[in-house]
C-alpha cells in the first residue's frame, strides 16, 4: 500500500516568506507527527496529532511555526516570517494502534530559506 | 533530560565484515528503543524496536541490538554488511505507547562500505 508521502519534495524561498508544507499520512492512520531535521542532526520533534487534534505541538519552535489537520487525514505544517535557521528536512510520520508503537516515515520536505 | 548519544558520526566498515554501531541513551523510565535506517531521498525505515523481553532483538535486514540496561546502551549489530547498507543509522528512545510517542533521536551515523 501507499506509505506517507510529502509535498513539495524540495522548497526553495526567501526569508520572510510564508510556506506550507503537506504531509498525507497512510491511509487509516490515526496519529500523525512532525518532525525537523537539521543538517548533521536527527530528527527533532514538532508537533503529534491524535485525530484533528494536537495532542502535543511542545517541540514547535516559536509561534511562526502552526499545523493544522482539518479532517484528520492530511496535515499542513505552516511557517510564517521564515528565517533562515528554519532551513531543514520536515519529516512526516503517521501511526496507527496495534503496530508497537512504531511511526511510518515520509521522505521529507527540504526546506531551504534564502 | 531524555538523550540520545551515538558516538560515531561516520563508520567505514568493508563488505563482509561485522558491524556494531554503538547507541547510549539517557530517559527518567523504562525505555523504548528503536533503531531506523535512512538512505538519501527516503524516509526512516525502522531495523528495530525493544521495550521488554529478550534483551537481544532481531530486526529486518539481518540486523541485531543488544539492550544493556546497566550500561544504557542499545547498539546496533550486523555479522557480515553488504554494500546495500551504506546508509545513515538513527537510535531513537520513547516512552512505551501505542502512539504518541515522541521520539528523541541521535545524531546518526553515517555507514561507509567500501567493496
Known amino acids: 500500500g501507499a506509505g506517507v508521502s510529502q509535498t513539495p519534495s524540495n522548497k526553495v524561498t526567501e526569508k520572510g516568506k510564508y510556506v506550507e508544507l503537506r504531509c498525507d499520512p497512510i491511509s487509516g492512520h490515526t496519529a500523525l507527527y512532525w518532525y525537523r531535521q537539521s543538517l548533521g542532526q536527527g530528527p527533532e520533534f514538532l508537533i503529534y496529532?491524535?485525530?484533528?487534534?494536537?495532542?502535543?505541538d511542545s517541540g514547535l519552535p516559536n509561534d511562526r511555526f502552526f499545523a493544522v489537520r482539518p479532517e484528520g487525514s492530511v496535515s499542513t505544517l505552516k511557517i510564517q516570517r521564515t528565517e533562515r535557521g528554519d532551513s531543514a528536512v520536515y519529516l512526516c510520520?503517521?501511526?496507527?494502534?496495534?503496530?508497537?508503537?512504531?511511526?511510518?516515515f515520509g521522505p521529507g520536505t527540504r526546506l531551504t530559506v534564502l | 533530560a531524555q538523550s540520545v548519544t551515538q558516538p560515531d558520526i561516520h563508520i567505514t566498515v568493508s563488505e563482509g565484515a561485522s558491524l556494531e554501531l554503538r547507541c547510549n541513551y539517557s530517559y527518567g523510565a523504562t525505555p523504548y528503543l528503536f533503531w531506523y535506517v535512512q538512505s538519501p531521498g527516503q524516509g526512516l525505515q525502522l531495523l528495530l524496536k525493544?521495550?521488554?523481553?529478550?534483551?537481544l532483538v532481531q530486526g529486518i535486514k539481518g540486523f541485531e541490538a543488544e539492550f544493556k540496561r546497566s550500561q544504557s546502551s542499545f547498539n546496533l549489530r550486523k555479522p557480515s554488511v553488504h554494500w546495500s547498507d551504506a546508509a545513515e543509522y538513527f537510535c531513537?528512545?520513547?516512552?512505551?505507547?501505542?502512539?504518541?510517542?515522541?521520539?528523541?533521536f541521535g545524531a546518526g551515523t553515517i555507514l561507509r562500505v567500501k567493496s
Open positions: 510520520a503517521s501511526s496507527s494502534p496495534g503496530q508497537g508503537g512504531e511511526q511510518f
Open positions: 531513537a528512545v520513547g516512552p512505551y505507547m501505542e502512539y504518541g510517542n515522541k521520539l528523541v
Open positions: 496529532f491524535q485525530g484533528t487534534g494536537a495532542a502535543d
Open positions: 525493544y521495550f521488554s523481553g529478550d534483551t
